[in-house]
Nanobody
């Protein structure tokens, strides 16, 4: 089990960029698949992106492909979500989640929130039009 803490949210204008961080403690972070999810006002929690234990193994929801990049730095026990060209519909609380996984686990299979055990408290991202 790991403890996760998100940071980097804020209020920005349409077209701006933000980079969210998910810092982990209490476990061997490189053993975990990590995902980002978001919950907008009145909406369900949705998958955003995931990265496998292999940093090259990433998977995104269609609406963020080409705008968001998930990457990990295991030396810092941190996963990042770089968000460019932000839109008002990206407004949400963003959560990171982690699950211990085999080395060859494909991030594609971790787009379901039920796959994750450990969750952070979330960070608010608000994009004004």
């Amino acid at each position: 089990q790991v403890q996760l803490e998100e940071s980097g949210g804020g209020l920005v204008q349409t077209g701006s960029s933000l980079t969210l961080s998910c810092a982990a403690s209490g476990g061997t972070f490189s053993d975990y698949v990590v995902g980002w999810f978001r919950k907008g006002p009145g909406q369900e929690r949705d998958f955003v992106a995931a990265v496998s234990r292999n940093p090259r193994g990433t998977y995104y929801r269609d609406s963020v492909k080409g705008r968001f990049t998930i990457f990990r730095d295991n030396s810092k026990n941190t996963v990042y979500l770089q968000m460019n060209s932000l839109k008002p519909e990206d407004t949400a609380v963003y959560y990171c989640a982690a699950e211990r996984a085999p080395l060859d686990a494909n991030s594609f299979y971790y787009c379901n929130a039920n796959m994750y055990t450990d969750w952070g408290q979330g960070t608010q991202v608000t994009v004004s039009s």
